[in-house]
């Protein structure tokens, strides 16, 4: 399954990745396609067996704040503003527990029997800290670790970082005199050497164990970014590692919100990146990383790979898992069985990493194929591997109506990113007319032998 290893039509930000016996569990905030807020009034959970990760199943929505068609509220004292965002879910003695954190009111805590809910409220959260450090309740972003020795911690923030002790035996109650602020700076301290923007907390606190080392995931004040810090202690002082993946490389960024996982003896990244050409109607997606024996983890790319270790040229890949998107073009949605790049204007270019064309054939050439929808244009697609500025190995005219094109190109062999670049022929005085104009969409395409 390709990023988003998810169904094209479900948007799921903030998602926690969780290992509970043979399955592992997402559990995100939820977007609507084209909406100009972030996420709505339900959590999502979604799972997979470890031994097929690309057989993903959806329970529905696990916890509301508002009623819907099928559910009424979870929780009394919501209103029309209290959506929910970025859950976490631990187990405890037989028991998943759900921490909620819902805008504009105090969060709290739900159980289940089972890991993909449903989840009943257990309590709102009770605590004698600050109002000022947990926002007035809220407990924003809330990741939670269970410890080995039973003891549980909440870690939250937002621009302000704080973590404390959990009661075992009441898990919404915070326990006195156990909250450590900015536990991540969100001010630079050049004398500590946090003189960067991604060292210093921004928001999406989520805690992990490795062996027993402590990983603090967060997203840092550059925003698009994964960072991480670590600790030999679950209460710090943390230090500052590096970042894990940064949805705005080459590709309309905006803020990230995930953790890591370790499944069938491989990590991963979850995260999320945008749709729409917004910062909201974001999609889950997944990539593989290490962690080194120093406990430091490599900075991954954005791929378009999800849980596949490479993708067929020669299937019809969907132009929405595109992981590079320069210049003014951008996924959208234009029904729930249609999403394309739209938007594309001269000089964009699209990415997609990364496809095997298998080992040496007899054949010095290949066709590729293309479904677009025009847009009253001319254009040229230009064919690229490797890179925007790699070998061009063809390219094709795109025409004013909708359909396919197909052309011929030559033939490669092994792993290789595959790009498009395009221009066009207007210039002069006519080429004012068709600046910044969107020369055609693209749906999908495909590689033939």
């Known amino acids: 399954m390709a990023n988003p290893y998810l169904p094209n039509w479900e948007y799921i930000p903030d998602g926690e990745p ?3 016996g043979d399955r592992v569990y997402i559990y995100g905030s939820h977007d609507q396609a084209g909406s100009n807020k972030f996420c709505d009034y339900v959590l999502k959970c979604w799972s997979a067996p470890l031994s097929d990760l690309n057989s993903w199943t959806c329970h529905g929505d696990i916890f509301h704040t508002q009623p819907d068609r099928d559910h009424g509220a979870d929780t009394s004292w919501t209103v029309s503003n209290n959506e929910l965002f970025a859950p976490d879910v631990v187990e405890k003695d037989g028991k998943y527990y759900l921490f909620a954190y819902i805008v504009n009111a105090r969060g709290c805590v739900a159980v289940s029997d089972r890991p993909e809910g ?19 309740g809220w407990f924003i972003d809330p990741g939670v670790l269970v410890d080995d020795d039973g003891k549980v911690y909440i870690y939250c923030g937002f621009e302000r970082s704080f973590m404390a002790e959990v009661n075992p035996d009441k898990m919404y109650e915070i326990l006195d005199g156990t909250c450590i602020e900015h536990i991540i700076p969100c001010e630079p301290d050049p004398a500590h050497g946090f003189d960067k923007e991604e060292t210093l907390f921004y928001e999406a606190a989520s805690l992990r164990k490795v062996g027993g080392v402590y990983y603090l995931i967060y997203s840092p004040k550059r925003g698009s970014r994964l960072a991480y810090a670590t600790s030999d202690k679950p209460t710090g002082p943390f230090t500052y590692r590096g970042y894990i993946v940064d949805n705005g490389v080459d590709y309309p960024g905006g803020n990230n919100h995930g953790s890591i996982a370790c499944m069938n003896g491989q990590w991963y990244i979850f995260y999320h990146r945008m749709t729409n050409a917004t910062i909201m109607s974001r999609r889950a997606c997944v990539e593989r990383i290490q962690i080194l024996p120093d406990g430091t983890i490599p900075p991954v790319e954005m791929t378009s790979l999800g849980f596949e270790e490479s993708l067929s040229p020669y299937k019809e890949t969907p132009a929405d898992i595109a992981c590079v998107l320069k210049g003014s073009c951008f996924i959208t949605e234009k029904t729930v069985f249609e999403r394309v790049i739209t938007n594309i204007c001269d000089g964009d270019v699209m990415g997609f990493k990364y496809y095997d064309f298998g080992e040496d054939f007899s054949s010095k050439t290949m066709l590729f194929a293309a479904q677009v929808k025009g847009c009253g244009c001319d254009a040229r697609l230009h064919i690229l591997i490797d890179s925007e500025d790699g070998e061009e190995i063809g390219g ?18 092994g792993r290789h990113a595959v790009f498009f670049k395009v221009t066009t022929n207007y210039d002069g005085w006519t080429g004012a007319y068709f600046k910044g104009r969107c020369l055609f969409e693209l749906k999908s395409f495909l590689f033939m032998k």
């Open 18 to 20: 969780r290992v509970f």
């Open 118 to 136: 449903p989840f009943l409220l257990l309590s709102q959260y009770e605590y004698t800290i600050s109002d000022e450090i947990c926002c007035n």
């Open 396 to 413: 094709c005219d795109i025409g004013p109506c909708d359909g396919a094109v197909q052309t011929v190109v030559k033939a490669v062999t």
